[in-house]
C-alpha cells in the first residue's frame, strides 16, 4: 500500500462552511507607472482602506465609466467640451492636427475618450462620432457596451463598443438610431432577446427598446415621468434608477416616487409609497441607488432597493443663485417583492449627493465621491465628500455606516467609479465645468486616475484570501448555462473560516451617480473538496434563469470570512 499523500474532504455546503497599447499619439502627459496589485499594498490604518494615484493624466474626464470583461474601463467625456488633455497627432478622419492656433482649439485634435488597461495602467484613445454626454449604457451578453443617447447631433444615436485583446478594437456608431431624443436618460438589460429598455431624458417622458425588433416600432409614453417633473427644478427625475426585479417587471424610481412596470404588457402594475422625508434624489438632485445582493439562499426571490442621498428642495434654483443647500442624509431600503412595501429609513454620517454606490464582493456597499451640499450642474455643488463610507446591510441599525480613509482630490460632478477585478475601486473625473479649467475655480477639472483599496486587499490578509481561482467550464461551451453545475478551483493558504460565500458581479456603466445594470448575485455552493495540499474544488449552481441574471459576463468571487479572492470572469447564459 502505498502512502496516501492528499486528503481530501467532501463537504456540502449551503453557504460553503468548512469544519476543522498602438495609438495616433502627439503628446500625452506624464503617466504614473507604479501600481500595485491589490493583495499586495501596504497595510493601512485600521480597517480604512487607503488611496493609490495611478495616473496623473487619463487626458479625458470620466464622465463615463464601465469595466470590460477584458479588464480594460471604458472612460469617455463629452465631446463638446472644446480640448481635452489628450492631444492628437492625426485626427481619426486622417488629417493632420498641427500646431496652428485653428487646430490647437479643434476638438476633432483632441481624444475624448480612452481605453484604460489595467494590467499596464496605460490609456489609449478612442474615437467618438457624436457626443454623448450625460448618455446611458448596458452590456449586451456577448460582452458589447451599447451606449445609448447623449447631447445635440447625439442625442438620438446608438454606439458600441465590443473589447479586444488587440488594442485595435474602437467605437463603433449604428445606422440605426433611437425613436425619441435620450439626454440624461437610463438604461437596463433585459432577460430576454438580449434587448436594453432606455427610460426617459430631458423633455423624454417615454421609454423604448434597443434593438428594436420590428421596423415600425416606436417609443411608449410613460406618464409617470410628466408627474414626477420638477420643471423649474431641472426635472429631478432625470437619470431615473431602473433595478430589474427577478420577476422580470422593471423597478423605476424618479424623484421621490417609484412604480413597478411590466413590460411586456407596457403596464404599471404597482405603486410604491413615496419615499419618506423632503427633497429629491434624481437628476440634478443626485443621490444614487443600488439593488442589494440577490440570494440563493431564498431563490433569488427577495429583491430589496436602496436609494441614498440627493438635494434639499430648491437647491436648483438657490445654487443658481449662490446658495448651495445642504444635501440629504437619509437612505431608505424597500423590498419590492411580495406584497409589503415600507421605506426603512436610516442616516448616513453626513449629508451627500453627486456620489456613487457600488456594491463589493462581500454584499457591503461602497458610497464614494460626491459632495455635501448644493446639487448636479455647472458649479452647483459646494463641500468636497473626501470620505468613502461603507454601508454592511446585514448589521444592526445604527452600525451599518464605517467612514473610510480620505481622499485629498474632490471628486464632483461628472466623477465615476468603478469596482476592478482585482478588488481596488477605479475613481475618475470630477468637472463641474462647461471646459477643462484647471485654474482660478473652487473644483478644477480633475484628470488624475486613483483607486480605492479597501482593507480587506492587502496583503497582511493575503494567507486568508482564496487564489489563483479558476472556473472549469463543462463541454467546451463558452457559457455557463442556467441552473446547471459548474465548478470552481482556487488555493488557500491556511485553513480556512468556518464559512466562505461566492457572489458572481455584473458590472455596470456609471455616470452621473448612477450605476445602471449593476447586480451582484450570492450563488449556492452544493459541495466542497479540499485537499491535502490546501487546494480547493467547489461545485456551485449558476444562477436559475435570466430574469433572476440577465445573459452575460459577471465576476466570480470567493470570499472566506470577509476575504475576497481576485475575481475572474464567468458568462452565463442559455444554452
Sequence with gaps: MHTQILKKKLLLCDPCRFVPFASPILRIWPLVADINDGANVRPS????????????????????????????????????????????????????????????????????SVEYDISTNKVRPLRLDTDPWCSSGSFLSNGTLLQTGGNEKGTRRIRQFRPCENGQCDWLQSKKTLSDKRWYASSQLLPEHDRVVVVGGKRAFTYEFVPKISPGENFFDLPFLHQTNDNNEGGNNLYPFLHLSSDGNLFVFANRDSILLNLRRNKVIKTFPRIPG????????????????????DNFQKVEVMVCGGSSTGAFTAAAKGRFLEGLRSCGRMVITGNNHKWDMENMPKPRLLHDMLILPKGDILIINGAEHGCAGYDNARNASLEPYLYSPNRRLGARFTVLMSTKIARMYHSSAALLPDGRV??????????????????????RLQAFVPHYMERRYHNMRPSNLTIEYGGGSHAIEYGKEFRVRFFLERKPSNEMEFSAYAPPFTTHSLAMNQRMLKLRCKSLVRNGDRWVVAVLEA???????????????VVNGGISSMSEWVQFGHA
Excluded at 423632503?278 to 439562499?297: A, K, M, T, W
Excluded at 477605479?426 to 482660478?440: E, Q
Aim: with cysteine; glycine share 10%.
Design 426 to 447: 477605479l475613481v475618475a473625473g470630477s468637472n463641474p465645468h462647461g471646459r477643462y479649467i484647471f485654474h482660478n475655480v473652487a473644483f478644477p477639472t480633475e484628470l
Design 278 to 297: 423632503e427633497g429629491s434624489r434624481n437628476y440634478p438632485s443626485s443621490g444614487s441607488s443600488v439593488i442589494l445582493p440577490l440570494d440563493h439562499r
Design 45 to 112: 490604518e485600521g480597517r480604512r482602506g487607503q488611496w493609490q494615484l495611478l495616473l496623473n493624466n487619463t487626458g479625458v474626464v470620466g464622465m463615463h465609466v464601465a469595466l470590460t470583461y477584458k479588464n480594460t474601463v471604458i472612460i469617455f467625456d463629452q465631446t463638446g467640451a472644446g480640448p481635452s488633455r489628450y492631444q492628437l497627432r492625426r485626427r481619426f478622419s486622417g488629417s493632420t492636427c498641427t500646431r496652428s492656433n485653428h487646430d490647437r482649439m479643434d476638438s476633432t485634435c483632441y481624444a475624448h
Design 543 to 557: 444562477p436559475p434563469s435570466s430574469l433572476v441574471a440577465p445573459s452575460g459576463y459577471y465576476m466570480l468571487t
